[in-house]
């Protein structure tokens, strides 16, 4: 018996594949950027951000971090050619709300000792100003030799209005 996640996968992609017309794009994002924001589900990238179907790549993570996300920045820029980075954290973040020792005690309480010990030594990531860990997050891009060239910019996306404004 399938979930109601999976249903709504099966049912969705059912409607979108018998319109799609655009299995013709190529691999690289065509206007060469990438995207860095939250997993988040009340943010939608492509129509809060504008991004048309193979335009960029989106990389979502909890909090948008950018050490989270590095691994897949590089693959987008060294192999696929990206030339831009668009961070953009968002108000009401989940990362806001909490520190390492809460989340290590949430799974020791909820999963117990074995679980515990499995997520023992990873760090979350959690942030308490908003704004503070766009800059952090820009001037931590910008300080890798990787990413000499490559042009960053911070934002925060307000879950509220939809709107962006630019941090850095």
């Known amino acids: 018996m399938s979930s109601s996640a999976e249903q709504n996968l099966v049912d969705g992609n059912k409607a979108y594949a018998a319109s799609f017309t655009q299995g013709h794009l190529a ?75 809460t989340a290590h005690g949430l799974v020791k309480k909820n999963k117990g000792e074995a679980a515990a010990k499995e997520v023992e030594n990873i760090d979350f990531l959690t942030f308490p100003v908003l704004e503070e860990k766009v800059k952090e997050d820009v001037e931590w891009l910008k300080s890798k030799a990787v990413e000499e060239g490559v042009r960053v910019t911070g934002w925060i996306y307000e879950v509220e209005t939809g709107r962006v404004r630019k941090v850095v």
């Open 27 to 101: 691999l690289p994002p065509s206007q060469k950027y990438a995207v860095l924001t939250c997993m988040d589900a009340r943010i939608d990238p492509a129509a809060a951000f504008n991004i048309p179907l193979g335009a960029a790549h989106v990389i979502r993570n909890a909090g948008a971090s950018a050490r989270d996300a590095f691994r897949s920045l590089v693959i987008s820029q060294q192999l696929l050619g990206t030339t831009e980075i668009l961070l953009v954290k968002h108000t009401g973040c989940g990362m806001l709300t909490f520190d390492d020792d």
